[in-house]
């Protein structure tokens, strides 16, 4: 059973940045894509970017030029650098393999806020 532990978020102005990262129980932890997620409420959740097991990163156009992915594949971890934030990035994110026929069981995520 794969755990999924994300930190990092926080209250952060409007053009403001934050790093979240995730760390994964899986085996072989670098063999997967990987992809940050994120929910906002009343909202369905949304891939916000993704990196493979290479590193070639893809972002949702409402992330490019702002988010980074990156991966510790030594760590278990990935990461997520915001950085210019928008209210509308105010979501809780989660991350997740991303691709294939099943997710692993979904942590807590981790609460993003923009606002002044």
């Known amino acids: 059973q794969v755990q999924l532990v994300e930190s990092g978020g926080g209250l952060v102005e409007p053009g403001g940045s934050l790093r979240l990262s995730c760390a994964a129980s899986?085996?072989?932890?670098?063999?997967?894509?990987m992809g940050w997620y994120r929910q906002a409420p009343g909202k369905q959740r949304e891939l916000v970017g993704s990196?493979?097991?290479?590193?070639?990163?893809n972002y949702a156009d409402s992330a490019k030029g702002r988010f980074t992915i990156s991966r510790d594949n030594a760590k278990n971890t990935v990461f997520l650098q915001m950085n210019s934030l928008k209210p509308e990035d105010t979501a809780v994110y989660y991350c997740?393999?991303?691709?294939?026929?099943?997710?692993?069981?979904w942590g807590q995520g981790t609460q993003v806020t923009v606002s002044s």
């Open positions: 997740n393999k991303q691709g294939g026929s099943y997710f692993w069981n």
């Open positions: 990196i493979t097991s290479d590193g070639i990163t």
């Open positions: 899986a085996r072989f932890f670098s063999i997967y894509d």
